[in-house]
């Protein structure tokens, strides 16, 4: 008899966490589907390649979800329980608090274990793959990030265009603008032809603009060429407001590397595995850099895995007290929780960000705060059990 309830309670509460993994992963997932989306209709990138960057997506998704969701799932399944008096005719045969509560912790506890590796090696394997695959089809497609009339950002350039072509690489009506940067000078060159004009024009110069009628773009992998025709450049003269080099041309070509996006990449800690995260932390603390990030990071992954056990230590007396009404207190209550968790999460963030706690003390925050008013409640139920 214990069995067959264990098994219609683990069946209640899995299906109802199943239900919120699907929801709050579309929630969660919108923001992909509309740039991914974008990617297959409007920038011509294959189905299969949309796909896999979905796939590549989803585990960070799913590091979000599935806490929320076992809340939700919890709140949820004992509300409907309780909504239909199956947890009242359960105690009135006799079955305890711990034979209604033990297997949905076993499930729980099951679903954290699972987390541990998910979020520690699995998600950062996906989060790099996912960086690489698009890595790979911005070189094969160097105009993806263009979006015609705005402007965008790459490094120290600020580039405009008033029409962009994908089929052929091609922007029209460009403006090109490069700021200043004293420490920073950069060589560009042309796979096609010498041009030392290029080469006085790009490194002689500390803040110029560039305005012409087109340019073909060609992607590499340490950067991106851009070939440049019937235009002009220009550069103030900072001593002299008014007097501005002005130089026009047929054709010219300078080079962006990708020198920003390769340190940014190798310092990205959303791709490192934990004991990677580990070994950083401990070569900055040896000399004497701080890395707060990847501490962050490191610990962030043990609060979402265990999230869940905290969760259902608070959901499981609300569940089960919910009475009439169940399912809609089950829902109210899980958007609530979450509400507290992750403001008290946000709070947890920038303390250690700003260093005024250390991360692995302060972002244990909502982890504790929920788990020890799911004893407070748990207590209070039993009590109110024993004088009823």
Known sequence: MIKKLHLYIIKESFGSFLFGVIVFSILLILDYVFD????????????????????????????????MAVLFGILIAYGKLAEDNEITAMKSS???????????????????????FFNHFLSPA??????????????????????????????EYRLYANKVNRKNNTLYEVSIYKFENKDDYYYGYDDEKNDKKSFFLQNNSKTWRIAASSAKV?????????????GYWQKANPSDINNMTHM???????????????????????????????????????QGIPFTVGEIEFWIRWIYALAPIAFVLIALPIGIMAGKGGKTIGFGMSLGIILVYYALLILALTLSEKEYVSANLIMWLPNVTVTAAGICLFIKMVKNNEIS
Do not use: H, W
């Open 36 to 67: 991914l989306v974008d990617l297959f209709l409007s920038k011509g990138v294959s189905f299969f390649l949309v796909l896999k960057l979905f796939a590549f997506a989803l585990p960070n998704i799913l590091t979000l979800a599935i806490p």
């Open 218 to 230: 060609k992607s590499y992998q340490n950067g991106t060429q851009f070939f440049i025709y019937d």
């Open 94 to 116: 006799g079955m305890s608090y711990k034979t209604l509560s033990l297997p949905t912790i076993i499930l729980v506890c099951t679903i954290s274990f699972f987390l541990l």
């Open 248 to 286: 026009t041309f047929k054709s010219y070509c300078f080079f962006i590397p990708f020198t920003d996006i390769i340190k940014e990449r190798i310092l990205s800690v959303s791709e490192m595995s934990s004991p990677e995260i580990l070994k950083t932390i401990k070569i900055c603390k040896e």
């Open 126 to 155: 996906m989060n790099s793959n996912f960086r690489n695959l698009y890595q790979e089809i911005l070189t094969k497609r160097p105009l993806i990030k263009f979006t015609e009339k705005t402007i965008i950002g790459l490094g």
